[in-house]
């Protein structure tokens, strides 16, 4: 689970303990948690927060507001905007999309954001498109250019414009079988209020 340090901040340190490339912009107030890495041309804005042992790559923007986990995987050409949370172990495809403005006008900016939550493990496809206000489950897998519309329970393959559950997949990524099992790691999964969870033992 992410956990962001209150009133702690790492604030353009001589020596951070992550790396970032001379290229990226890292502006004072933004934290950056220990091993991440921060890849050509990215920029963490002031108030955003990211986690430790993250990948963070070529030409990133994470504003102020976006919450990033631990163990991220960021690829190259991605926006997270303010109001968006990727929680730990999330993988973002390159040049997927988040909004957080259900009706933007140029003239009429708004102060409140339209939250939109990515839940632990969920992988996000190549420009995938994720709607504001939609939260992604556990788990769960985005295909590439899906347009995400509503939420999407744990585990489960969501694909096409917009974007409808097709199937189940594993924590390994796996698409499960009629049975729920995963004929790659052998994992066993049941029916769950959020979709699906794995079984014990």
Known sequence: MMIFPRGKWRVRLEKPDYY????????????????TKIWHFSHIQTGAKVGENCV?????????????????????????????ILQDNVFCGPSCVFTNDLTPRAPFPKKERIPTLVKNGASIGANA??????T?????????????????PD????????????????????????????TVCGKKYVSCGTGIKQTEG
């Open 129 to 134: 498109v994720i709607v504001c206000g939609c």
């Open 56 to 84: 963070i790559g070529q030409n990133v923007y994470i504003g102020n507001g976006a919450e990033v986990g631990n163990g991220v995987k960021i690829q190259n050409n991605v926006s997270v905007y303010g109001g968006v």
């Open 155 to 182: 585990h489960a393959l969501a694909v096409g414009v917009p974007a409808v559950l097709t199937g189940w997949v594993c924590c390994c990524g796996a698409k499960l079988d009629e049975n729920l099992e995963c």
């Open 20 to 35: 970032h490339h001379a290229t990226a912009v890292i502006d004072d107030g933004a934290y950056v948690g220990q091993g």
């Open 136 to 152: 992604i489950g556990s788990w769960a897998m985005i295909a590439a250019g899906a347009v995400v519309t509503k939420d999407v």
